[in-house]
Nanobody, 121 residues
């Protein structure tokens, strides 16, 4: 079974940095895309950043210039480097992936369990 496991969340002061990682494991044939979403209390889940197999990247306007998404295909891992953190960045961050687990099977969307990021003043 495919599993996504996030790590790297925690408590950080405003202006500080954190690096999140998400490792996909299990039966994986091909990963089409990986990305990061976040959800703050009382708000809808929103896209933070994602990257496709074509190496294109996409960022929410609120994080452009501060966050960087990267991917290590050999390790089936995606990272989110977060700099200049603001209190508004406080949320549970979720990793997701669009992948096929076996050849000739359709791609499916998988989600990690989430990791808490808290930015204090």
């Amino acid at each position: 079974q495919v599993q996504l496991v996030e790590s790297g969340g925690g408590l950080v002061q405003a202006g500080g940095s954190l690096r999140l990682s998400c490792a996909a494991s299990g039966s994986i044939f091909d990963i089409n895309a990986m990305g990061w979403y976040r959800q703050a209390p009382g708000k809808q889940r929103e896209l933070v950043a994602d990257t496709t197999s074509g190496l294109s990247t996409n960022y929410a306007d609120s994080v452009k210039g501060r966050f960087t998404i990267s991917r290590d295909n050999a390790k089936n891992t995606v990272y989110l480097q977060m700099n200049s953190l603001k209190s508004e960045d406080t949320a549970v961050y979720y990793c997701n992936a669009v992948l096929t687990s076996e050849p000739r099977l359709p791609a499916m969307v998988y989600w990690g369990q989430g990791t808490q990021v808290t930015v204090s003043s």
